[in-house]
Each structure stands twice: as structure tokens, then as C-alpha cells.
């Protein structure tokens, strides 16, 4: 386990693209990293763990030479049987670095995580500021597209069932300049536990048959989500 220390990360076009990935592997059930993009900027999954046991707290602070497209004071990926979880602390996007991206407004989130528990998958997003409005995201269900711009798109709570069974939950996936450039921030991956039992289904109490044999109204999801000024 790595130390508990503080630090910045600080990724520039050059410092990025000088990133190499890991070596491909089997990968077990369980996996997680805080950051990962690809496109005109690469940046390998970081920091990335997969396995039981295991938990990578990364700080580091990497050479620039311009302008950073990615900041962050703290990342962190754990995982362990049944469980995975990341965040990302103190992060900023200035993406107008990006080519042909000068109008892009910039992104800033105090605190970004993701959690994945015995298949079941969760986010937490505090202080989201986007173009410096603030972004509020409550109870935001699976797989709900935000867009902010005409080439900014945020997939927030992205959940994604694997053919092998488990589960992915990315807390922010962003998609700029169309699909030229994407950033995931967020990232775990779990299967159900063996032990866990599959529960009865129920009937939610609003869903009642029609009369006439008509298809049941469908239960609202509670969400929330605003942007001001």
C-alpha cells in the first residue's frame, strides 16, 4: 500500500502522450482507476488495481511543459472481493488546451467517486462547476447524458453489465469534440458476491394493471438535476 501523501497531477498534451500502458493481463473480478482518456490526449488507466486485496493511493506530479489539460490533488483506486471504488479529488479540466476546443468551457469538481458493491454500482459528485456554474447532480439514475455544450457531453453514473458478468460504473465519462477526444473520471468494477441470493421481484405499489389490458403507468425515478448561475 502506498502512502497516504499529497500531491498534484498535472497532465499536459506532451506529459500524456508519453504515457505507456500496463501490459494487457487476465483480468479478475474486481478493478478500479481514477482517470483514463484517449483520443488527441492518452492517459492509461491511473491509478489502476485489479485483484483482491489491494489498494493504490496515487499522488505524483508529472513534467509540463504548457499549459495542463488535467489537474488533480489526489487519486485513488481500491479494491478487494465484491468491492471496488475510486475517486478523484480536486480535479480541473482546462480543455480549451485541446485543439480546435478554444470555446469549450472549463470543468471543476471538488470530489468524484465511484463505488461498486456486489454488482450494485454508485456515484458521488461534489461541487461540479462547469464554465464556473455550478452543476447539480442528485440521485442522478444510470447511464444520464448531460450535455453542456455543443461538443461537451458528460454521461454521468455510466453503468455497463460486462459479458462475463460484472459490473462497470464510471461516475463521470466525457465525450469532447464529438468522439475525438473521451475522459473517463472514476471507475470501478465488480461481480456479485457468491454468496449473495437473488431477491424475490416485487411490484411497485404505483404500477396497477389498466383497465382494458393496457401496459401498467410507469413508476417516476426521482431526479434532480440543475444548473445555476
Request: net charge positive; with cysteine.
Amino acid at each position: 500500500m502506498s502512502p497516504r501523501t499529497t500531491g498534484v497531477l498535472a497532465c499536459s498534451v506532451a506529459a500524456c502522450l508519453a504515457f505507456t500502458a500496463s501490459p494487457a493481463g487476465a483480468a479478475p473480478a474486481e478493478s478500479a482507476y481514477a482517470i483514463a482518456a484517449s483520443g488527441l490526449v492518452k492517459i492509461p488507466r491511473t491509478p489502476s488495481v485489479s485483484g483482491p486485496g489491494q489498494e493504490s493511493l496515487a499522488s505524483v506530479a508529472l513534467p509540463t511543459s504548457g499549459p495542463s489539460l488535467v489537474s488533480a490533488k489526489a487519486l485513488n483506486a481500491e479494491v478487494k472481493p465484491g468491492h471496488a471504488q475510486s475517486s478523484v479529488a480536486g480535479l480541473s479540466l482546462d480543455l480549451a488546451t485541446l485543439p480546435a476546443a478554444a470555446t469549450l468551457p472549463g470543468v471543476s469538481a471538488e470530489v468524484i467517486k465511484a463505488d461498486c458493491r456486489d454488482g450494485k454500482g454508485s456515484v458521488s459528485i461534489a461541487n461540479l462547476k462547469v464554465g464556473g456554474k455550478a452543476v447539480k447532480l442528485d440521485q442522478v439514475p444510470p447511464n444520464t447524458t448531460v450535455p453542456l455544450a455543443p461538443l461537451l457531453e458528460l454521461v454521468v453514473n455510466k453503468q455497463t453489465k460486462n459479458d462475463d458478468g460484472t459490473l462497470t460504473v464510471t461516475a463521470v465519462s466525457a465525450k469532447l469534440l464529438g468522439q475525438t477526444q473521451t475522459l473517463d473520471i472514476a471507475s470501478a468494477t465488480c461481480a456479485k458476491s457468491p454468496g449473495d441470493t437473488p431477491e424475490p421481484p416485487t411490484k411497485p405499489g404505483g404500477d396497477k394493471p389498466q383497465p382494458g389490458g393496457k401496459a401498467p403507468k410507469p413508476t417516476p425515478v426521482p431526479a434532480h438535476l440543475d444548473v445555476t448561475g
